[in-house]
């Protein structure tokens, strides 16, 4: 296997006397783009700060293709990393002496220079911009114009905080799509934090999930959203409702569980007999007056409890003997009539469902050492 | 009284020594700005209390210090300074010195930090965070050497304490003002003084202009 760009081992780091970061190990390879996905507060911006080498760990190992970087902390090792804050910020001058400035700061020749400057601008499609300044550019161009900043320097490994969460949904698609391709094509090892799991989902070859500064998950995106390995990772990819029961019957993959004195179907390599942790997402939940007739395998009667709304849904809780939750838009809440105390029937398709260990035998991740 | 072949060198001391006081002062002030602004120390609010507070210190009082240091019998008195253009020089150092420093650390003081913090994370070096800083605060730079010509170009009594207003050596426009107001020779001490403001008036128009580069006037928000 190809040496790591960057490894960092048995990190930890204080701010005072709490403790913000606790990492046993964590690796970047070659051509690799490595997402940390965590809540706000979990530590993701002071791991890159220290990973980028800008912060000092309290103790561990930070290095860069087989160099520890401190105690000394070398500039030619910090050169190596790029860091984009998560606001892009100008220096004086025309996007052009922007784009120059990591490679001017290194010395590179000014021939050079013009040639990276080239190809980057290029990519990144930055030709009509380069004698406007910053402050005229739009939040769409000056998020192009600094990570096109960072990516003509080549750095071994590109940091990245959460590059793409000042923009509007729309430009924040298209961007991310622009720069998924510019990365693949470039190569570019990066390192980005994030706390949206579509970016995480879009971005990652690889998934870090960091909650109260230690990383309770690792692995491909797909394995993370499939198999949250936690309950506070399957909260944080957006499964609303978790509910406990045993394995009676498999078939293939597909689960019979019983819950609640009802039976359910889900996916998952689990054994009968076994307590299982069942996963939902909201968005997954459909509401009907009567039962229809469908492939649907799995439906409750069930009881509105409570409907709060949200900013573009509303998010109706159930009780079925177990607690479910269903996002509803506008008009299928008219449509429908949904009311407190109401009686529905509520259908999720056993393939939108998966069963974990049971999760209640999982402790919650240290609260008090928790980051900042 | 003076003649007019003798204005022509009294122009040029006190542009000399005004100039030279600025550019020296703010080339001394201007790694204290830098080290007071990245460097935490003990005693740092201290330091820039006392700046703060030399930014408010009569003139008057520095060349008394100066004259003390440079007496005859004064710890630098071997030396024979007093009463020498170099005295003048040393004083109005001072005095424009306290003024560079305190208004360039506030000039540094207004540059975003996270700007700074993205240098560094793009690369730079101390030296090269330290330029960039400079570059991002040029315009209150700016505004500190003008506040800090103004001030000596205009300063009498610090001069006339360690130059003693000797003719055709220390005498420089202040002090021709003050001698010729004395003397009752108030057209000639008039002209002296349009001639320091025409002077004062030049530089500044310079320093503005300097200052106001790059500036888009589109950009500012308008009264209309």
């Known amino acids: ?372 | 009284m003076i003649q007019l072949s003798e204005i022509w060198p009294v122009i040029w001391l006190t542009l000399l020594i005004s100039g030279l006081a600025t550019i020296i002062s703010f080339v001394l002030a201007l790694p204290a700005a830098l080290f007071l602004y990245f460097q935490e120390f003990p005693g740092r609010k201290i330091v820039l209390s006392l700046i703060h507070t030399g930014m408010g210190l009569p003139p008057v009082v520095v060349g008394l210090f100066v004259a003390l240091l440079l007496w005859r019998s004064g710890p630098l008195g071997s030396l024979g300074l007093m009463y020498t253009p170099a005295a003048m020089l040393i004083a109005q150092i001072i005095i424009a010195w306290r003024i560079i420093a305190g208004l360039t650390w506030a000039a540094l003081q207004q540059v975003d930090p996270t700007l700074i913090l993205q240098a560094k994370a793009l690369g730079a070096s101390r030296l090269q965070l330290a330029l960039t800083l400079f570059r991002e605060a040029r315009l209150g730079q700016i505004s500190a050497v003008i506040a800090a010509f103004g001030a000596v170009v205009s300063e009498v009594g610090a001069v006339l304490m360690v130059g003693g207003n000797i003719k055709g050596y220390t005498r420089v426009l202040t002090t021709a003002i003050l001698q010729e107001t004395r003397l009752g020779n108030f057209s000639l001490a008039i002209i002296l003084a349009l001639i320091l403001l025409g002077l004062s008036f030049a530089v500044n128009w310079l320093l503005t202009s300097w200052q106001q580069k790059g500036t888009k006037s589109w950009r500012l928000p308008s009264w209309k």
């Open chain 1, 1 to 372: 296997m190809a040496t790591p760009e960057l490894e960092i081992g048995d990190l930890v780091h204080y701010y005072g006397r709490k403790k913000v970061l606790e990492i046993d190990r964590f690796e970047v390879y070659p051509g690799e783009s490595v997402v940390i996905f965590g809540p706000n507060g979990a530590g993701k911006s002071t791991l890159l700060r220290v990973a980028a080498l800008l912060e000092k760990p309290t103790s561990g190992h930070v290095i860069y293709h087989g160099v520890d970087a401190w105690p000394g902390n070398p500039l030619s090792l910090r050169r190596q990393a790029v860091l984009l804050l998560e606001k892009p910020v100008f220096f004086r001058g025309r996007v052009k002496d922007n784009l120059l400035y990591g490679l001017k700061l290194r010395g590179v020749r000014p021939q050079d220079g013009r040639q990276s400057l080239e190809e980057i601008v290029e990519l990144f499609r930055l030709g009509p911009l380069l004698d406007r300044s910053p402050e005229e550019l739009s939040a769409g161009e000056r998020q192009r114009v600094n990570l096109a900043r960072a990516m003509v320097i080549k750095p071994r490994v590109l940091f990245l905080d959460e590059p793409f969460s000042s923009l509007d949904a729309a430009f924040r698609d298209e961007l991310m799509a622009e720069f998924h391709q510019i990365r693949r094509k470039t190569g570019q090892t990066t390192v980005l934090v994030t706390h949206i799991r579509e970016e995480a989902a879009y971005l990652a070859d690889r998934m870090i999930v960091l909650i109260q500064g230690k990383v309770v998950q690792a692995g491909k995106p797909e394995e993370i959203f499939a198999f949250p390995a936690h309950p506070a990772v399957a909260r944080l990819i957006g499964h609303e409702a978790l509910v406990e029961g045993t394995v009676v019957d498999q078939q293939n993959g597909l689960l019979k569980i019983a819950i609640a004195g009802q039976f359910l179907y889900a996916l998952g390599h689990r054994f009968p007999g076994e307590r299982v942790t069942v996963i939902f997402r909201p968005e997954e939940v459909i509401l009907a007056t009567e039962k229809p007739a469908t492939s649907v395998r799995n439906w409750f009667y069930a009881t509105v409890t409570e409907i709060k709304h949200l900013d573009k849904l509303f998010l109706v809780h159930l009780d079925c003997g177990f607690k479910l939750k269903a996002y509803l838009t506008r008009p299928a809440i008219e449509e429908l009539q949904v009311a407190s105390g109401k009686k529905f029937w509520a259908g999720v398709k056993a393939s939108s469902l998966l069963a974990n260990p049971c999760y209640s035998r999982m402790k919650e991740p240290d609260q008090n050492n928790g980051a900042k």
